[in-house]
């Protein structure tokens, strides 16, 4: 029996998973929000309406909840959002504040309102692209293991009582099967053991480091991963620089968006660089990180005077870029995917005919 304390725990876990608030319903909270204040409706009048329209929402009505109970104690808007630990980015949140301290609160949510949906499909384009890629890779796999642990097996026993050595790709298709009939549950072992090793190399931030160093190099992918975090940096720069946020500050705030470690150690030398009175534009260039078009515009954004028009229209290219890249990924990878699948199904196949033409050559 389970200790008495192993339920409620589980429970709790449960529970916390539950009430974790996504980025899509940040985004819904944000436009909402605009929406109710481009109506002209109060800020804690708007949040009364917003916590009523969301009730079926218990996380996001719960956090709407608490948002009310501090505007009410005299709280500013970024201040109670600021209290909702893990549920707000550093980047949302100044944003907000830049908006109360300019009196432009409605322009700052619906630039907020824009990124979040921008970013969202940013996401879902790359997300969705993979979808039929890794449901053939599950084909795949499922349909060898099929072949290696039901039909093979059929043929061992005709061809163990034919008395007649069996041909040597044979011997390696039926050894391969045995293999995983005796030992499947290392294979889980073995699954389980790589990504216990992936997650102890990406949790420690200089191994982190050197990986995603790694993932700049590889062909294709690496590209695709340089792009999103080009549109990601642009995007957020962009956004914070036009609703007043310095570019020191800013940087600070960009370089904790970024999924690549090695991207936000240019970011680092760039603010570095800003601090000694350089431009942005000099150690991205150096760093080989960032493409040669995006620091082009970038630089030339930096010396016309309009450094936020250029991230924006960076973000703009690179956001048509992904979706080539990814294209172009998917037009390599399913025609790969097919044909490997196939040559390995072909070659069990051949395999076991191979073994029982070498059977009835002995019979006759």
Do not use: C
């Amino acid at each position: 029996m389970a200790p008495a304390g192993a339920r409620p725990f589980a429970w709790l876990s449960l529970s916390r998973r539950r009430n974790r608030i996504s980025q899509k319903q940040i985004g819904i909270f944000t436009r909402e929000l605009l929406t109710l204040l481009q109506a002209g409706l109060p800020l804690d009048r708007a949040l009364f309406v917003l916590e009523d329209l969301t009730r079926e929402d218990v996380a996001l009505n719960g956090m709407i909840g608490r948002v009310i109970e501090l505007v009410k104690g005299g709280s500013q808007l970024s201040a109670a959002l600021e209290r909702q630990e893990g549920v707000f980015s550093r980047f949302y949140l100044n944003l907000i504040r830049a908006g109360e301290a300019g009196g432009a609160l409605e322009d700052v949510l619906e630039r907020l309102s824009d990124y979040l949906e921008r970013s969202k499909e940013l996401r879902d384009t790359v997300s969705t692209a993979m979808i039929y890629p890794a449901i053939l890779l599950t084909m795949s796999v499922g349909s060898l293991l099929l072949l290696l642990t039901f039909v093979v097996p059929q043929f061992e026993e005709m061809f163990e009582t034919a008395g007649k050595e069996l041909p040597v790709p044979t011997q390696i298709v039926v050894g391969i099967a045995e293999l995983l009939k005796n030992y499947w549950w290392a294979l889980f072992g073995v699954v389980l053991v790589l990504v216990a090793w992936g997650r102890y190399e990406l949790a420690e931030p200089s191994r982190r480091l050197v990986w995603d160093r790694r993932f700049l190099g590889w062909p294709l992918f690496g590209d695709l991963v340089r792009k999103v975090e080009v549109a990601n940096f642009a995007r957020t720069l962009a956004t914070l620089l036009g609703n007043g946020v310095p570019l020191l500050g800013g940087l600070s705030i960009v370089k904790e968006t970024l999924g690549n470690r090695a991207v936000a150690e240019r970011v680092d030398i760039a603010m570095d660089n800003l601090k000694e009175g350089g431009a942005l534009s000099g150690p991205l260039t150096d760093a080989g990180v960032f493409p040669t078009l995006a620091l082009q515009m970038i630089k030339l954004g930096e010396e016309s005077g309009h450094l936020t028009e250029m991230l924006e229209r960076v973000a703009v290219t690179y956001d048509k870029e992904i979706k080539i890249t990814v294209q172009r990924i998917l037009a390599l990878l399913e025609p790969a995917l097919i044909v490997g699948l196939g040559i390995m199904i072909g070659g069990i196949i051949v395999s076991i005919l191979m073994a029982i033409v070498s059977v009835n050559d002995l019979a006759f």
